[in-house]
Nanobody
Framework: VQLQASGGGLVQAGGSLRLSCAAS????????ISWFRRAPGKEREFVGG???????YYADSVKGRFTISGDNAKNTVYLQMNSPTPEDTAVYYC???????????????????WGQGTQVTVSS
């Protein structure tokens, strides 16, 4: 499966932004799809993910502000970012792993397929 992330840009703190992760080659319904981010000078960080049943799991840092959803017809997963803060500034990546146990896992090494990153910059 190939992944294409898009939707990044500049957003004001407290605003909203929606990132998209379009899958091609195969239906994403057989995969767990997650979002990661890497801020300057920091390690890659798990943001949240969605399993094949539509169940979601989020990092504490974004819980209640970010929402992940999937559109099977468009083969696309979305990351809705509400009330972002400057601390959310990073390059955001989507990644996929075979569903297997259908659990969203937070370790990047478990994900085989990665999209290119999309830059999100939150201004104060």
């Amino acid at each position: 499966v190939q992944l294409q992330a898009s939707g990044g840009g500049l957003v004001q703190a407290g605003g909203s932004l929606r990132l998209s992760c379009a899958a091609s080659g195969r239906s994403f319904s057989g995969y767990v799809i997650s979002w990661f981010r890497r801020a300057p000078g920091k390690e890659r960080e798990f943001v949240g993910g969605i399993n094949r049943s539509g169940g979601t799991y989020y990092a504490d840092s974004v819980k209640g502000r970010f929402t992940i959803s999937g559109d099977n017809a468009k083969n696309t997963v979305y990351l809705q970012m509400n009330s972002p803060t400057p601390e959310d500034t990073a390059v955001y990546y989507c990644a996929a792993k075979f569903a297997g146990s259908n659990r969203v896992v937070v370790t990047p090494d478990n994900y085989r397929y990665w999209g290119q990153g999309t830059q999100v910059t939150v201004s104060s």
